[in-house]
């Protein structure tokens, strides 16, 4: 198999839009070259503009397209899969799925052909190139999955896990993101609570977010090795992480984590 010249995402919502952004920004495929498919499409107005082939067509975007990357809520997955089985080449096409809790069995059983298919699950940081995306389908080693993480290494990181760990992976990567942007939101409320106007609170608690996640990212350190860094005896940060704790804020993000990947697990069931 080739690489892949054009893309057909459909399903024109967040996450669909996030990885249109995130394609032609990573300079990967032209936006002449992606189809966004959505029923209503005045929406995507501001997108045409810039490029993108939009449609409501989804037949017409799978025809014209090489790579599938199906982008629809769970409940709209099988009715989908069965309007574009009929115009999907197994010698052509490959699917990579973003849907929460699809299995790659239960699309291919779908589509009723025998056509590669990739689970990715990567998070709305997609549309400025930094997202976490989890990679899964049959074989660690087929073309398809090279296919999908040569497309999700240019917008961010990525990493090939075995396909029963997806729906923990929705937790923790795409519902995670949100967990992370409310501690950062809670840490700009602290700002502003201690002198901060709400503005440089917010800037000053986000760039410190983002230079702790670097310190783990880039020089591969350990949280606690950070932690111990800044923490002295007797002195203010420990002080505050111990209030933080007593309070329940690593059970709290922990439950929270345990109890998306629950929800998960139930958002999908074949039909």
Do not use: W
């Amino acid at each position: 198999m080739e690489t892949k010249k054009h893309v057909a995402i459909i399903g024109g919502g967040n996450i669909g839009l996030a990885i249109a952004n995130g394609l032609e920004n990573a300079n990967l495929y032209s936006p002449e070259s992606i189809y966004i498919t959505k029923r209503r499409i005045e929406s995507l107005k501001d997108y045409e503009k810039r490029g993108f082939k939009i449609t409501g067509n989804n037949k017409q975007a799978v025809k014209n397209s090489e790579i599938i990357i199906v982008a629809v809520q769970p409940k709209q997955l099988d009715e989908l899969l069965k309007e574009i089985s009929e115009v999907i080449n197994v010698d052509k096409h490959i699917v990579i799925s973003v849907v929460s809790g699809a299995g790659v069995k239960a699309i291919r059983k779908s589509i009723g052909k025998d056509v590669p298919v990739v689970r990715a699950m990567p998070n709305t940081a997609i549309a400025i190139q930094q997202s976490m995306t989890c990679l899964a389908s049959d074989t660690k080693t087929n073309v398809a999955l090279n296919i999908a993480k040569k497309i999700f290494d240019s917008v961010g990181k990525t990493l090939i896990i075995e396909e029963e760990l997806m729906v923990p992976a929705t937790a923790l990567c795409a519902c995670g993101i949100a967990f992370f942007l409310r501690a950062i939101r809670a840490a700009s409320q602290g700002g502003i609570e201690i002198g901060f106007h709400s503005e440089d609170a917010l800037l000053m608690a986000a760039q410190t977010a983002k230079g702790a996640a670097s310190l783990l990212v880039d020089m591969k350190s350990h949280p606690e090795s950070e932690v111990d860094k800044v923490t002295t005896p007797r002195g203010c940060t420990i002080s505050g992480l111990n209030q933080m704790e007593h309070n329940g804020f690593s059970s709290a993000m922990i439950k929270g984590i345990t109890t998306s990947a629950e929800i998960a697990a139930k958002l999908y069931t074949n039909n």
